[in-house]
């Protein structure tokens, strides 16, 4: 069965320090893997994505995420955090299942806050 | 710039009333989500159409909640009839096939009294 768990539900650090959210998943099959963020009042936008190519994986606004098959986890980090990070930012991992249908399980969040 | 459009924003209503949203999925787009949000429950994923035919409607409340796609320019969600733990925020968002980033709307706040 396909699981998302996103370790913390709020993570505090200061602007200019590093971002480290954490995200473990089960999965049966190969999995994609994404990274959305939830500004206040908005609908998600997706940071980035793994599919089977390059582990390490860029996406916008500075940030990445590594993914480890060995350790189930697709942990998203930023080197310095800026004031417009804060927000909400969610995990998806995303699978073919035995009937050739697309599953999608969502992580319950991370909210980021930045203290200036 | 092309994105997902939603209507009502915000919709008010009383228990025991049917409530329909809308959502206009980007134009080629041929995958279309609708999403769930409350403090308590987080994201849901309600169910998904591809190519107009839903392909898993699994997280829906059966006996009250339809969705369908008369176009493939057009999704609706209906709630019939609607009760106040149906008080949420229902985003669509919209795609190309599987494993592909998921464009959102801005969704719609839905009270119901």
């Known amino acids: 069965a396909q699981s998302v768990t996103q370790l913390d539900s709020h993570v505090s650090v200061s602007e200019g320090t590093p971002v480290l959210l954490r995200c473990n998943y089960s999965s049966s099959y190969s999995p994609s893997l994404f990274w959305y963020v939830q500004h206040p009042n908005k609908g998600l936008q997706l940071l980035l994505k793994?599919?089977?190519?390059?582990?390490l994986v860029k996406g916008i606004n500075g940030f990445e995420a590594e993914f480890k098959k060995s350790e189930t986890s697709f942990h998203l980090t930023k080197p310095s955090a800026h004031m417009s990070d804060a927000a909400e930012y969610f995990c998806v991992v995303s699978e073919i299942v035995k009937d050739g249908n697309e599953k999608l399980t969502f992580g319950t969040g991370t909210r980021l806050t930045i203290i200036p | 710039d092309a994105r997902v459009t939603q209507t009502p924003r915000d919709k008010v209503t009383e228990m025991g009333q049917e409530v329909t949203m809308r959502c206009q999925p980007i134009l080629g787009h041929n995958t279309v989500f609708w999403y769930r949000q409350t403090m308590m429950q987080g994201l849901e994923l309600l169910a998904y159409f591809r190519n107009r035919a839903p392909l898993d409607d699994s997280g829906m409340p059966k006996d009250r909640f339809s969705a369908e796609m008369p176009d493939a320019t057009l999704a609706t969600l209906k709630i019939q009839p609607s009760e106040p733990r149906d008080s949420a925020v229902y985003f669509c968002?919209?795609?190309?096939?599987?494993?592909?980033?998921?464009?959102f709307g801005p969704g719609t706040r839905l009270t119901v009294l």
């Open positions: 968002a919209s795609g190309l096939g599987s494993f592909n980033e998921q464009f």
């Open positions: 793994y599919t089977s190519a390059a582990t």
